[in-house]
C-alpha cells in the first residue's frame, strides 16, 4: 500500500514559483564593481529569470546541457541559479580561484556548452579559452555592454535577456531527481570531481537549513552569503532565502572587511556566513573600531568551509556581542551537514565549556546521519575516539560525476569524507583532521587542527598550520608553522609552553617556525600539500 | 542527466534513529489517567517502540496491514506513531468521538487487524466489537494489566511489549513512498474518507513545520500536543518533535482547561497547539486568575483546526501578554497547510491591523501551493475576491483512500478544500467559509465566518453559528445562533447595531436565535448540519 500523496516534486521551478506569488515585495541588494548599491525585488528577479530561462530555451541546448558561471554574488548570478536549472539545464559553478589548467580541466570535463562569465574576470578567460569549447560566453556588466577590451565573440547577458520575452515562460515539471546544478570540488589532491545536485536534494537542503537548529532563516531576515556563490551554491543560502522570502544582500567583488561591515550595517543584515579568513578580517578590523558600525541585527555569523577556532568564536562574543554559528559541510553534501546550536542539554555548562562546545562542528541536521570508522569498527560517541566521518542522507552525493573515485562511497551508502573526526554523547561532531593531515606518531594519531587551534589561541599568533614532518623514530612528528599578528612577537619557547598547558608533551610539535603567509587553496583552505614539500626535509634546529 | 544524490529514503525510521542517536536524554512526559505524571526519555521511547515493532512483527501481518489505536495522548500512543510504522504496518488512528455506527464503518473500511485501545476508552468497544473483524485487541493502562471489567480476549499492551526482545529490532528499509499512517475525516456530510500518508509525506511534514515560518520548533522546545493524537497525527507534532528533539508533554485524557494550565505551567511548556474550543476554556480561566499560572516559557499556542476568532487572539495578547500562532490544515494535507507568521511587510501596520492579519489563515508553508477557484476562474489575490481553496504540495493526499470521492481532485494535481477564501497579496489566505456553509443571497456571497467572528467579538457572547435559511425571495438569508457568556446578557437589537458596524445592511442575519448550545461534531467543529436541519422552517419573529 502506497501514501496516497500527492505527485508533487521537489524543483527549483516550485521555489521560483514561491518567491514569485509570496514574496514579490522582498528587495535583494547587491553591491556592484564601482561599489554603488543595485537594488530590485524578487519580482523583478523572477520576472528577468523566467527572460534568462526563455532566452536559454532558444539557444539549442539539450536537457541537461550544462551552462557555467564565474561570478561574483550578485543579482545576476542569482537570476542564473534559477533560470538556468529552470529551463531543463544544468546551472554550473566554477571557481575563478582554481588554476588555468584546472579551470580548462573542468570546463572539458564538465562539456559545458555556455559561460556566463563577469566583466571583473574577463582576464581569466585568456589562460584557458583556447583549451576549451563553448558555444556561447555572456558578459555580465554593469552598464549591460560587453568591454571594448574583450576578447572578440562574446555576447551581452543583457542583451540575452532583452531578447526573450518573460511571457513565454512557462513553469516546467521536472522529476525532482533530475540535475539542476553541479559543482567541482576544490580538492588539494588530485584533480577536482564533479558533484552534481538533484532538484530534490537543493529542495530538501533549504528546507532543513531553514530549522531553527540549522540556520533558522525565515522571512524577515536578510541573509548576506559572503561565501561565493561559485562555491558549493554559496552553501545554499541564496535558494534557503528565494524559498522563504527572505531579503538578500550579495557583497558582489568586494570581499574586503571594509565593504563587508558596511554592508553589514548599512542593509541591516541579521544573518551571514563565511570561511574564518573573511571573518578573520572582521574582527581585526571590529577591534580596531569597535563603535564603527551598528551590527545590532546581526544575529548569527555562520563560519564554515575550515573549523573557525574557539578563539574568534570567543572573541567575537566577549568582545562584539556577535554570535558566531560554527557549521561544517562539503561539495559533496550540497554543502550543509552539521551546524552548532546548543542544545538543552549544555545549558548547564559553564561560559568557557560552552566556547569549547560551540567550536565544534555541532549536530548533523535532519536526515543527515554520522558515524566515524576507526582502525577497529566505528568509533564511540564519546567524544574521544576518532574515525575517518562517514555521512549519508538526502543531500549527500551518492557518486562522483563520471563515476570517478568510486571508492569514496561505501557499498551501504555512505560517503567516506577524509576527514577525521570524533562525536560526542548526542551526536557533536568535532573534525580533528582531514586523514591526510592526521599526524600519526608512535602509534598515536595527533590532530593538527587542535593545535592550530590552541596556536591561533595565542594573542600574537594570526594563523597557524601543523603539518607532518618525517620521523625514523616515530614514523611522523608535529611542525608549527605560524604567521605572527602585525607588530606582535612571541618565542617559539612560549607558544610551546602555552601549548603544554592543554596538551600532552609527545603531542607537541617537535619545533615551531615563523613564516610571512601561508599557502592556500583556492577556497581559502591552508594548503598543507605545499607546506609538507616545503618542509620535507625539515629538521628542527634546536 | 540525473542528479547523483544517494538514494536515502525519507522514512520514519529515519527519524527514530534520529530520536535514538542525539535526543536519547529527551524527556516525554504523560498526565496519567489518575492525573499523576509518568515520565521518561526518548532512550526508553525508542527501546520500547522497538520492543513493539518486534512484537507487532511476529503477529503474523502483512506488510501494509493496518493496526489501529483508540487512545489520549500518551508515551504508549507515541510509541505506537513509531513502532507501528517501523514495523512495516500502518498506524490508523481512530477518534473515538465518532458514533458508534461511524466507528464500525471505519473499522470495516480499514480493514484494520489490530487494535491498541486505551483503558479509559474500553466502553466504547460494546457498541462496535460484534460488528468488526479484529485479530487482537490490546489495552493500554496504567498499571499495564486488562481491566477485570473488560471484555473476553482482550491482551494486554505491557504484556505485548514483554514478549519482544529489543535487540531483535534491525531498522528497515522502506520505500520512502510507502504507507506509514492513516486517518478518517470527520466530515459533516457522508461518510468519513481515508487518507493515507507515505514515509515521505510525514517526514517532509516534519521538517516544513520545524521551519521558523511554520512552527519554528526546536530541540530546547518543550511541546504540549493538546490537539489528540486521533486527530490528523496531532498536527504531526508528536513527528516534528522527535525529528527535533524536542521535550513532549502529553496531557492523557485531561483537556480541561485547570489540567493543561498545570501542564502548561509545571513543565514549563514553550509550545502548545488545539482548537479553539481548548483554549477558549483556557482563555475564561486566565481572566478569572490572572496570576495563578507562570506561563512566562509558553511563546506560541498553535491554534487550527477552527477559524480563532480575532477577539481571542486579541484577548490573549492584551490581557495575558500570549502569543497565538494561527494555523489552517485538513485530515487531507497531513494536516499543515498556512500558518499567520507575520512577514516583514506587516511590521508597517498598527496594531489593530495586525490583529486582522494574525485572525487570517497566514501563509503556506514551504512547497504548499494554494489557489482560490471562483465561478469565473481563479480569484485574485486581492485579499476580497473569493472562491473555492484549493491546495496541492508534497503532502497533499493525491486521493481519497479506495478512490472514493474522486471529484474532490482536479486533474491537474489540486486538492478541492471545500473552504471558501480569499487570498491577499503576499498569499495570506483566509477562509470565509466552507462552500456549503457559504450563503448566497441574491447572487451575492455572505461568509458565515466573518459574521460568526464579530459575533463572538461581543462582549456578551461566548458562541455564534451563523446559517444559510431559505428564502423565496433572496434564495438564501443568514441566521444568527447564539450562546451567552453565563451571567451576561444582550438583545438581539444590540448584536445587529454591533455588526452593522463592520457588515453592509443586506449581509446582516435576519433575525438572531439565543440557544443554550451548538451542536459540535465529533472533531469539536460546529455542526451546522444540525442548525440548518433544526431551523430550516425559520421564520424571523420580528
Known sequence: ???????????LPAILRRAESHFGYREIVTRLPDKSFHRYTYADMVRRTKKLAVALGGLGLEKSDRVATLAWNSYQHLEAYFGIPCSGVVLHTINPRLSPDDLAYIFDHAEDKILLIDETMLQLLDSFKDEVNLEHIFVISSDGSVPDSAPDGLESYEDLLESADESEFEYPDFDENDAAAMCY?????????????????????????ATPDMLGLRERDTVMPVVPMFHVNAWGLPFTA???????????????????????????????????????????????????????????MIIGGSAAPESMI?????????????????????????????????EELSEDEKYQVRATQGVPGPFIEVRARGDEGFAAWDGESMGELEVRGPWVTGAYYKDEDPD???????????????????GYVEIQDRTKDLIKSGGEWISSVTLENDLMAHDAVAEAAVIAIPSEKWQERPLGVVVLEDGKDVTEEDLMSHLAEKHPKWSLPDAIEFVDEIPRTAAGKFLKRALREQFKDYTPTA
Not at 1 to 11: E, F, H, K
Not at 187 to 208: D, Q
Not at 408 to 426: E, L, N, Q, R, Y
Open 408 to 426: 569514496k562511497f561505501t557499498d551501504d551508502g555512505w560517503f567516506k569524507t577524509g576527514d577525521i573526526a570524533s562525536i560526542s554523547p548526542g
Open 185 to 209: 570540488t576544490s580538492g588539494t589532491t588530485g584533480r577536482p570531481k564533479g558533484v552534481t545536485y538533484s532538484h530534490r536534494c537543493i529542495c530538501l537542503h533549504s528546507m532543513a537549513a
Open 242 to 300: 528565494a524559498m522563504t522570502g527572505a531579503r538578500q544582500v550579495m557583497p558582489g567583488p568586494h570581499l574586503d572587511p571594509e565593504s563587508l561591515l558596511e554592508n553589514l550595517a548599512q542593509e541591516r543584515v541579521t544573518v551571514t556566513a563565511g570561511v574564518p579568513t573573511i571573518f578573520f578580517g572582521i574582527l581585526r578590523k571590529l577591534d580596531e573600531d569597535p563603535d564603527a558600525y551598528d551590527l545590532s541585527n546581526l544575529h548569527d
Open 1 to 11: 500500500m502506497r501514501g496516497l500523496t500527492a505527485d508533487y516534486q521537489l524543483t
Open 314 to 346: 570567543r572573541a567575537f562574543k566577549e568582545r562584539h556581542d556577535l554570535n558566531v554559528l560554527h557549521a561544517w559541510g562539503m561539495t559533496e553534501t550540497t554543502p550543509l551537514g552539521t551546524v552548532c546550536n546548543l542544545t538543552s542539554e549544555k
